[in-house]
Structures are given as C-alpha cells and as structure tokens.
C-alpha cells in the first residue's frame, strides 16, 4: 500500500513570507500526485495536479508544486502567503494502475499572521 | 462545473435511527466515493462505487450501506450507528477510464453527522 508523509503539522508565518510543504510518498509505480486545500468550515478544494511532464505545476491562488521522483516528493510553495491562505493543506496520491483509490498525508495546518 | 452536492450539510441522530446521506453530480462522473473525515485528520476511503457497481469497501461496518441508483446519485444509509461515527461525510466524483488513469477527484461539501 502507498503512505504518504507530511511532515509539517502546523506551520505558522507572516504575511508576505514564502511558504514550502513537504510530501512525501512511498511507492514505486507511476503516480499521480495532488494537493488538496480545505479552509476552515469548507469542503475540500483541489488546488492543482501533476500527472506527467513538466515537473513544476501551477496551481490555484499563486500556489506551486514541483514532483522531484529520485527524491518521491511533491512539494507546495507559495512566495507570497496571505491571511486568507489559512487552511489545512493534504497532499494526495494515487497510482495510475487504477482502483481509484487515493491516498492522504495527515495534513498541514497553515496559519498566516496578518 | 465541478461541482458535487451533498445534502444534509448536519444530521444529527439518535443510536437506533436510520437515516441516508445523498451525494449528487452532473459531472457525467461515473465513479462515486465516500469518505469519512474526524476532525484535524484526512479522509478516508470508505466505499468506491465504478458505473454503478460498488468497487471498493474499506471494511466498513456494516451499520453504513451505500447504493447507487444511477449514474448521478450516491446515497449512504445509516442505521445503528455509534458515537464513534460522528464526523464530517464527504462525497466524491472522478471520471475513471480517462486514458493513462488521469482521474481527479472532486469532493462535496460534506455532510457532519453527530450521534448521540
């Protein structure tokens, strides 16, 4: 089975400080890779996707992630934080084979100081 | 449009109720999901349902069974349920079969269920 690491539980910053969340996953097959955002009170929202080429992927909101494979990481960065970025943050993975079934980090708790 | 509806958005109910939670898309999706998600943690799978056939049951207890009338409608019946249940339902939609297993899954908002 495919685990996914997130390493970062809460993370706290400034406005205007740039942000990187770590994922990591476990699995050796071909992947898709995910990041799921969900601000407080509200559902889960995708904010972007890898499934092949360019290894850097622009997301929603100014968000970005870059899939490094010698290194089974999908990391999410943003220059700029800003309040409104406040939220739990899920990487997700799901290979490609099939069964639909995707595969959740624990989450990061972002809050943003304004 | 990527939009999945869940309704109700609270329920809360007694041990020896029944009650169903519905989940809707017009996505033309054919593959449907439920998740349960507790609080501060991610979801988790519980049943996959592909062109209407249930696919995938993560062990869960039986006092939780899905069905799905069609190809737009997921519903969850509860019936016996537990304290222990009381979390945040959510519903899913991807389109399965799309080449090189490109699928996303796009959640609804949720139904919190409390048991009392």
């Known amino acids: 089975a495919q685990s996914v690491s997130q390493h970062n539980h809460h993370v706290i910053l400034s406005e205007a400080a740039s942000l990187e969340l770590g994922c990591n996953y476990s699995y050796g097959g071909t992947v898709n890779l995910f990041w799921y955002v969900q601000y407080p009170g509200q559902h889960l929202q995708l904010l972007l996707k890898y499934f092949s080429g360019d290894p850097l992927v622009k997301g929603i909101k100014g968000f970005e992630a870059e899939f490094i494979k010698s290194k089974f990481s999908f990391n999410l960065r943003k220059p700029s934080v800003q309040w409104s970025d406040t939220a739990e943050y899920f990487c997700a993975v799901n290979d490609i084979t099939g069964a639909n079934n995707l595969f959740f980090g624990t989450g990061t708790r972002l809050t943003v100081i304004p | 449009d990527t939009e999945v509806t869940q309704t109700p958005k609270h329920l809360v109910m007694g041990m020896t109720n029944k009650k169903s939670l519905k989940c809707e898309q017009h996505m033309g999706h054919r593959a449907m999901y439920w998740y349960k998600q507790k609080a501060k943690k991610p979801p988790e799978l519980m049943f996959v349902?592909?062109?209407?056939?249930?696919?995938i049951n993560e062990s869960v207890p039986s006092r939780f069974s899905p069905e799905c009338p069609n190809s737009s409608l997921l519903n969850l019946h509860l019936h016996a349920l537990q304290p222990e249940d009381s979390a945040l339902y959510l519903c899913?939609?991807?389109?399965?079969?799309?080449?090189?297993?490109?699928?996303?899954?796009?959640f609804g908002p949720g139904t919190r269920l409390l048991v009392l």
């Open positions: 349902y592909s062109y209407e056939k249930l696919s």
């Open positions: 899913a939609s991807s389109s399965p079969g799309v080449a090189g297993g490109r699928e996303t899954q796009y």
